[in-house]
């Protein structure tokens, strides 16, 4: 049984299975002087043979890979590998036909019931069929679920268990008072799943880059990218500057000029989306068979108050689990689950983050929350420091509070315009120049710019940002260092929600057992009512916010 799609919210399985990361042990040790005990997420099969699961592979052109770096040792990288494993296709080349097909797809409640009182579950069963009609024999497609009920702006994320048949069933929980809907989708059949896992591991160009050569009035522009891949390489007779940033370690790589130096690299930019699918890949990744509601109406599941109340009431502090769900909309408001959240109003936030340093480093899904901010306080006064509004810096200052909070972006990969290179900075580095403090707050997210990547690549970013929080934290105990999830959005190739979510649960397990937060999103972005997208509503931002600001400010 595999608690797919799931199985990065499990807290059951101990630190007796797997191997400490040195960076944690050492943090552990010196902060307690003994080892406390820590959890990774339940692999996602048990059961289930690898015989057909594809490892990811190393390119031999790689520049990055785990032999290059000892922040990941082998052991933990095999247990990252053995909890990211998704079964591939029983069949080696399958059809369209051959794929799971959604509209031939059924789910059925089971043990249903007239009335439910809050508190309690539902469960519902979901049989595969391919295009053919015939059941599915073998797991691995992508669901998602969600309970919902539209005029109450209610919904919740439901827990997808995959049996490895064919057959998967969805638990929910009940959670407001009234009636509730289930919904079902197929984000992507597990014969697309195969396709996105195969380009991801074995085509780092399916995004290119640009970089802009200048001196004086001479100006050239090559490709660029991450990694001494195939299509960068080529013949080898051009290849390569290299861009090795001296204290992280990470390397950036640019087809060399033909009439200028290497050192003469000014700006960065995003190149071109050019995957390479054959016409069967395309058509097992169509539009007509991705992010599909499954077809019938369940009953209508009647809901009645409880005298109990299940809001969380635990303080929201750095170290928590995320339990599933991790939290439910009703009437636009999050009530989390993982700890007792409040709503900030305008004065509210001043209150909270008087006296206070707020640097956030990330992607264009944490600048959402330094621009809802923005437009949200209006003491908070934007400084024009003449970047770009994209990837910064960005800077705001409310001086009469002693405000400061910036963005910045997370530096290579990174898909956006033309930006210079003296403004890119890497995560590792920017928290490396932080002397830290109670009154600091760090936020960072990493994620969308690394699905074209192999996880190796993304593993590796993840330790070196991993050790310099471990650093942060033993110089600077009380700073307090936030860390956004992944959220849904887009369903191709390049930025499929499956592709985002194994990125998501390795940014899971790498930062378990450390004194972190860790703010879900993709459960909030997977249930709201609101057509998802990679840049969520202002609903979602601002519930975002609002649990943000709860463990700066806890009750």
């Known amino acids: 049984m595999n608690y797919r799609g799931m199985h990065c919210y499990n807290r059951s399985i101990l630190l007796a299975v797997l191997i400490i990361p040195l960076t944690i042990y050492l943090y552990l040790q010196m902060r307690n002087g003994t080892l406390k005990k820590w959890t990774m997420p339940k692999p996602v099969s048990r059961n289930h043979s690898t015989k057909n699961f594809q490892k990811p592979t190393r390119l031999p052109h790689a520049a990055h890979s785990l032999a290059d770096t000892p922040r990941i040792s082998a052991e933990e990288w095999e247990s990252l590998l053995k909890m990211l494993k998704w079964p591939s296709p029983t069949i080696e080349n399958p059809t369209p036909t051959e794929a799971t097909d959604p509209s031939k797809c059924t789910f059925t409640l089971f043990n249903w019931k007239d009335n439910y009182t809050v508190g309690d579950y539902v469960n519902v069963s979901v049989v595969a069929r391919n295009g053919r009609g015939v059941p599915k024999t073998y797991g691995g497609d992508f669901f998602q679920a969600k309970l919902y009920n539209t005029e109450l702006k209610a919904s919740t994320f439901g827990l997808v268990v995959d049996h490895d048949n064919g057959t998967y069933s969805v638990s929910f929980a009940l959670l407001w008072p009234g009636s509730a809907h289930v919904s079902i989708r197929l984000i992507h059949s597990s014969e697309a799943v195969q396709v996105l896992s195969r380009h991801r591991e074995r085509d780092p160009d399916m995004v290119s880059f640009i970089g802009y050569f200048e001196d004086g009035n001479i100006k050239e522009n090559v490709v660029c990218n991450g990694m001494k891949s195939p299509r960068l390489v080529g013949d080898g007779s051009r290849c390569c500057c290299e861009y090795r940033d001296p204290r992280s370690g990470e390397v950036w790589f640019c087809l060399r000029p033909s009439s200028l130096p290497c050192s003469a690299l000014v700006y960065h930019s995003l190149g071109m989306y050019q995957a390479e699918l054959s016409t069967n890949e395309s058509k097992i990744l169509d539009g007509g068979n991705t992010n599909i509601v499954l077809p019938g109406s369940s009953p209508v599941i009647n809901v009645f108050a409880h005298h109990t109340d299940i809001r969380e009431t635990k303080k929201c502090v750095p170290g928590l689990n995320t339990p599933v769900p991790s939290g439910f909309f009703f009437k636009d408001h999050w009530t989390s689950l993982v700890c007792r ?78 930006t210079p290179m003296a403004d890119i900075h890497y995560i590792a580095n920017e928290i490396d120049n932080l002397a830290g403090g109670e009154h600091m707050v760090i936020a960072f997210d990493a994620w969308e710019h690394f699905s074209t990547y192999p996880l190796a690549y993304y593993m590796r970013r993840l330790a070196i940002i991993r050790r310099s929080v471990v650093s942060l934290l033993q110089r600077a105990p009380r700073t307090l260092v936030i860390i956004k999830s992944a959220n849904t959005g887009f369903k191709d190739v390049y930025t ?54 709860s463990f700066i400010c806890p009750q």
């Open 341 to 418: 959240s409040r709503t900030f109003s305008s004065s509210d936030v001043i209150r909270c983050l008087r006296s206070k340093q707020i640097h956030m480093r990330g992607d264009s899904t944490l600048r959402q929350w330094f621009e809802y901010l923005e437009k949200a306080v209006p003491s908070l006064k934007p400084l024009n420091l003449h970047t770009s509004e994209k990837s910064g810096p960005l800077m705001m200052v409310d001086t009469e509070s002693d405000i400061l909070i910036t963005y910045r972006a997370h530096g290579l990969p990174l898909r956006t315009e033309k």
């Open 496 to 549: 499929s929600d499956w592709l985002s979510w194994q990125l998501d649960c390795t940014l899971r397990a790498m930062f378990q057992g450390l004194p972190v937060v860790l703010i879900d999103t993709w459960q909030m972005t997977s249930c709201l009512y609101s057509p998802e997208d990679i840049h969520p509503t202002s609903i979602v931002i601002e519930n975002e916010i609002n649990l943000f600001l």
